[in-house]
């Protein structure tokens, strides 16, 4: 599935990350990142409340779905 099925499907994600940027985030932060490679191309989008009590957390690598898990919801 691409990107554009999950925009398709669920619209667009609450809150969206790279590899890279979440790295970014972290150095800034003073905290630093193991386990993530440097040229990754991959993304995070988190979908709020989908389903209903639920948050949807879908990672992305080359445009292309690779995992999906719906825990339940932090509120």
Known sequence: M???DVKRLLGRP?????????????RR???YV???ARSSRTEYWLYSGVPEG?????VL???R???????PARY
């Open 29 to 31: 932060r003073g905290t």
């Open 65 to 71: 779905v690779a995992e999906v898990s719906t825990p």
């Open 54 to 58: 639920h948050d949807t957390q879908i």
């Open 2 to 4: 691409t990107k554009r």
């Open 14 to 26: 609450h809150a969206k990350t790279t590899s890279r940027g979440y790295r970014r985030e972290m």
């Open 61 to 63: 690598e080359s445009g």
């Open 34 to 36: 193991v386990g993530l």
